[in-house]
């Protein structure tokens, strides 16, 4: 078990004033005093009293996270990096996975106000008037990602749309005679606030509009594997698959080797998203880096921000770029 402040003090022959200005960095103190509280503190495995600290000053040094869920990689590598950086601030992170479940999402984010979390961070799947009020009547700092719910309410993003045309042109610029962007979640968007699929679509079509010569099609529904072996086998036209996410890309691959459809030979196709283990694969999957964690760190430096009531930007848009990969 680690000292305390008392003791560190008694330890190190100075005030426990002094020990709080070495250990938080505040007010004036001698460089080689603090030098070596510092060491003691670490020889003896000084742990901070957070409890304590958080009453005092009216926190609970805990912060929320609900998204999506972690069987896609892309939230997996967004929570290792917000507990990465969370940590380094000496937060803890509550997760919460909502499953693409509009109740379950507002019931996990109800709950977290309940525990008195210092600030949220939501990849949300509701919008809407009535979610926004309901989420400013927390009186919680919240920061969004991924898909935005309002204009006004904080969000970390990357620009879905513009990166989208970037990609599409350069699909184009390879020749196919066919280009399909392949995107199911458009089947739920009556039902969920799909933002970032909507933006990657408009992209998609504000591009192929320019290009009539090119046949252009939209898959927008979970059937999306039936039907690009069926476009393939109809026609012999050089066809390219552009997935409005890596996973969709990989299940789309596996279906149609499994149906003797093969990369490059047959199709080629981009994902989107960059997520961590495409390096193991090949040929390399051309894809878009969705920033994984350039967002959760600029997420949890806003919310800190929010937090403490400084003045920050709160509309933050990471550049992206395009992956060069070997299936395009």
Known sequence: MGITT?????????SRTTIHRA???????????KEMILHMAKEYDYQPDLLARGLVKGKTYNIGVVVLGVDNRYFSQVLDSILYEANKKAY????NL??????????????LASYRVDGIILSSVNEGDAYVNFLKSLNIPIVTIDNRIAQGIPFVGIDNEKITEMATDVILEKEYE???FVCPPLQNKEAENIYVHKKRTKGFLSTVEKHKEIESIVFDNWNYKQQALEVLERSNKKTAFFCSGDMIALDLIEYLKDHDKFIVEDYGIMGYDNIDFLRYLSPRLSTID???QEVAKEAVSMLLDLMNQSKTETNRIIKSELIKGETI
């Open 6 to 14: 008392k003791q560190l003090a008694q330890l190190c022959d100075v």
């Open 92 to 95: 803890s992170v509550n997760i």
């Open 23 to 33: 250990l938080h960095d505040t007010g004036r103190i001698n460089p080689e005093t």
């Open 98 to 111: 909502h499953c693409n479940n509009k109740e379950i999402e507002k019931e996990q984010i109800s709950r």
């Open 290 to 292: 969705n920033c994984a």
């Open 178 to 180: 066919r280009i399909i």
